[in-house]
């Protein structure tokens, strides 16, 4: 019996490479997934044909890395490597279909697959190398362009462009176009299969969707308002405890409407050691736990008060850390962070200060920027969303901090509210999930430019 070690790795001959996608035909049948379905894909680069710029197709799939990212932030512990064939796999049976593992793969190779309600992904076709056998995507590709080899191999390059680099070492080496070539040459041709022309196999869906993560949007932003109560002495003094403590519970009921197994959501904990969302969770049961017994045990605690305001701001720490997977720019200081948005409401109930104007005119600034770094770039500024942005989080604020009474004070909470529900609802509208195919459109659009 032989078996495939951990130094092995996919070897892809872009000069071979037709993009014909019997690779992903040969997976999908090999695996008896549904027709149409596949874990290995084509992402071409320059599929269009621009002018002066190589053409040549990526087969990829999952690449087993040796530091594999979606293992590493799984909450669930769900994911694991195997020591001897180095296939990293995902248990479906302690997956909580959190798809946070999507979001940490800057290669876009796991999927959350609905039917199941769990993420799935390509296994190197471990149950093959049992038996000595290739992966049946290296078997069935009929140029060998595609096949298991070396990770040191040094004919072959640990990446190419439009491939993304990272530090998870991925089990996929290229030997890229001979020099001056165009595009893949087979028996001693050039050769172009285009894609449409090839077996049918269904469009790839987004990792992120504002539609189906809203529960995110709500919880994330309910949960800096509940810390900013909890910061403020005199909200919490007068807040219902009870009103307070279902508010937090809804919350957290709402956080697990986006998991595809929600009975198992108590695993989500597991990670804590390496998964800012376990950690999130942890911090945000705490917060719930300390805000019970101040509000209800020790309402006149100093102490106790302070400590559940501590893990309500940690909370928010935590929150904002977890998207940070994604590798989106700008995400250390962003006018959506959720830290900040519970500083800025708990400025406004302690009362009118600089720190409440300073942090007004800071997320302004943050916000202003990007969108212009945005216009400039040719994304998307959504004019008419971003005018209510800036009215209702600045101008109308400032100009009813200048008479601070109780009334002036709600409209202003409820101004501010609102532009943090624009501003957040962008901020998952613009998240940038790394992928090959967003790399090779990032390329291509610097070459038009």
């Known amino acids: 019996m032989s078996l495939v070690s951990s130094e092995r ?34 992402d071409s680069f320059n599929k269009d044909h621009i002018a002066d710029v190589p053409l040549y197709h990526l087969s990829l799939a999952c690449n087993h890395c040796a530091d594999p ?39 876009d190779a796991a999927r959350f697959d609905s039917d199941a309600r769990v993420v799935k992904k390509c296994t190197l076709c471990s149950h093959r190398l049992s038996e000595g056998l290739d992966p049946a995507c290296v078997t069935q590709c009929p140029t060998g362009a595609l096949r298991l080899g070396e990770r040191g191999e040094s004919i072959a390059e640990p990446s190419v462009a439009g491939f993304p680099e990272t530090e998870a070492d991925p089990a996929i080496r290229f030997i890229p176009l001979r020099e001056n070539s165009q595009g893949p040459e087979v028996a001693g041709g050039s050769c172009e299969v285009p894609l449409e022309k090839s077996p049918e196999i269904a469009s790839r869906p987004p990792r992120f969707s504002l539609r189906s993560e809203w529960p995110l949007l709500v919880f994330t932003l309910q949960t800096a308002l509940l810390a900013a109560i909890m910061g403020a002495p005199a909200a919490r003094d007068v807040i219902n405890p009870f009103a ?14 986006h998991l595809g197994k929600k009975h198992r959501a108590w695993r989500a904990i597991a990670n804590w050691r390496g998964s800012w969302l376990s950690r999130e969770i942890i911090l945000y049961s705490c917060f719930l736990l300390s805000s019970a017994v101040h509000l209800l045990v020790d309402p006149a605690g100093r102490e106790s008060g302070l400590l559940a305001s ?42 009118p200060a600089p720190l409440f104007t300073g942090l007004i005119l800071l997320k302004t600034l943050l916000y202003s920027l990007r969108k212009i770094r945005f216009a400039r770039s040719g994304r998307p500024v959504r004019p008419l969303l971003t005018l209510a942005r800036v009215a209702f989080g600045f101008l109308l604020p400032v100009i009813i901090i200048q008479r601070p009474t109780g009334a002036l004070l709600i409209i202003g909470g409820a101004c501010l509210l609102l532009a943090e529900l624009i501003d957040r609802a962008e901020f998952y509208l613009e998240l940038e999930i790394l992928s090959p195919r967003a790399e090779i459109a990032k390329i291509l659009r610097r070459k038009v430019l």
């Open 310 to 351: 501590l893990f309500g701001f940690a909370t928010l720490f935590a929150m904002d850390r977890v998207y940070y997977v994604t590798r989106t720019p700008g995400l250390r200081l962003h006018s959506a962070q959720v830290l900040l948005t519970g500083a800025l409401f708990c400025s406004l109930l302690i009362g």
């Open 9 to 42: 790795a996919f070897i892809l001959d872009l000069n071979k490479c037709t993009g014909c996608q019997a690779c992903q035909v040969a997976c999908g049948i090999e695996n008896e997934l549904p027709p149409g379905e596949s874990w290995r894909w084509i």
């Open 244 to 257: 307070f403590l279902i508010a937090g519970g809804v919350g957290a009921g709402l956080s697990t409407l």
């Open 69 to 107: 990212p979606c293992m590493n932030h799984c909450p669930a512990l769900a994911i694991h490597k195997d020591p001897i064939t180095g296939a990293v796999t995902i248990d479906e049976k302690t997956c909580i279909g959190c798809k946070y593992c999507t979001w940490a793969c800057p290669y």
